[in-house]
Structures are given as structure tokens and as C-alpha cells.
């Protein structure tokens, strides 16, 4: 069953309706359309005289919400910025709200810090259709290191910097460089 919509035209002259498509009568006062994109009715009216008035009526046409969300899958490090972005417009609401720089619209920014599923339901504004996507965080953890004790040594005397890191720690560097063996080396 298709919708329709009711359209009429008051006149007592002759009524031509146009287009003749997705309509049940083209020259009655009061027509049934059940158009599959929106679509303009133009209703003409030829008196007598053949004087020609018109008049329209707009008939929007909703179709089925495909929401897609970018990015869908992130990882990201602590601190950094996601930008989000939706293919679609509408009545839009993310949930939870945590860490999320504006829940109602299409683009917001997000800047979590632990893993998150945001979730975002995109409705059109007549209540036909709305349909959902997810966007999942994940956050890698924060690298730790611990350089241990601070120590007061002799003048020149040299000495072995035995940090303690944990396990995902992949390079290093050591700041200032002056006075170092290495600023790439782990110890």
C-alpha cells in the first residue's frame, strides 16, 4: 500500500492536472497522488475565455534513512581528536554524550579518554523513517616510565639511567641530549 496525499483544486472551470503521473484522476477537483519522489502538482484552470490560472501543490516524499558514520572504527592514543561525520542530515542525536563536542549535530568532535561506543539515530523530521550507526573507540594506554630515584653524583662522574617502562613502549628519547651516550637507547 502506497501513501497518498489529497489534493484540491476549487473551480468551476475546466481543471487539467499535471503531472499525469502517480495520480488517480487528472481532471477532477479532488485527487488522490502517491508520488515516489517528491514531486510538484501543478493544478491549470481554463475558463471560457481560455484565461488559464495555476496553482501547485508540493508533495514531499521521504525516503529510507542509509546512515553511515566516519570514522566507524578508531583507535586512537589519550588526548587525541576524532572528527565525525555522518552522510546524511536530519533530527540527529548521539549517545552518550561523553566526551562529545555536540550531541545534535552532524559533525561533532570527540576527544575521549577510555574506550567508548557512541551511538547516533538520524530521523527524519516527519517521523517516517530514522535509522542508526555506531561509532566505536577504542584507546591504546598511555605508555609508562619511571626514571626511578633522583640522585646527587660528583662533578663528571658518570652514571647508568635504569628507567622502568612498560611493556608497548616501542623507541625512546632522552631530552636534553648534552652529556648523554645515547638519547635513543632505553638505558
Excluded: E, H, M
Amino acid at each position: 500500500q502506497k501513501d497518498t496525499a489529497i489534493l484540491r483544486a476549487y473551480t468551476v472551470d475546466s481543471l487539467l492536472w499535471s503531472p499525469a503521473t502517480n495520480i488517480n484522476c487528472t481532471t477532477c477537483d479532488t485527487v488522490k497522488v502517491y508520488p515516489n519522489i517528491t514531486t510538484k502538482y501543478i493544478a491549470r484552470a481554463i475558463n471560457s475565455d481560455g484565461c488559464k490560472s495555476y496553482d501547485t501543490s508540493l508533495v514531499i516524499v521521504y525516503q529510507p534513512i542509509n546512515l553511515q558514520v566516519f570514522p566507524a572504527d578508531t583507535i586512537i592514543c589519550p588526548g587525541q581528536t576524532i572528527k565525525y561525520n555522518l552522510n546524511t542530515n536530519g533530527i540527529i542525536l548521539w549517545s552518550p554524550p561523553n566526551f562529545l563536542s555536540n550531541t545534535k549535530i552532524k559533525n561533532p568532535t570527540a576527544k575521549p579518554d577510555t574506550a567508548i561506543t557512541y551511538t547516533v539515530i538520524v530521523a527524519d523530521s516527519v517521523g517516517c523513517y530514522a535509522d542508526t550507526a555506531f561509532a566505536v573507540v577504542r584507546v591504546y594506554p598511555t605508555p609508562k616510565v619511571n626514571a626511578g630515584p633522583d640522585k646527587i653524583l660528583a662533578y663528571y662522574t658518570s652514571y647508568t639511567l635504569t628507567p622502568a617502562y612498560s611493556s608497548d613502549i616501542t623507541s625512546y628519547l632522552w631530552t636534553p641530549a648534552g652529556n648523554l651516550t645515547c638519547t635513543t637507547c632505553g638505558n
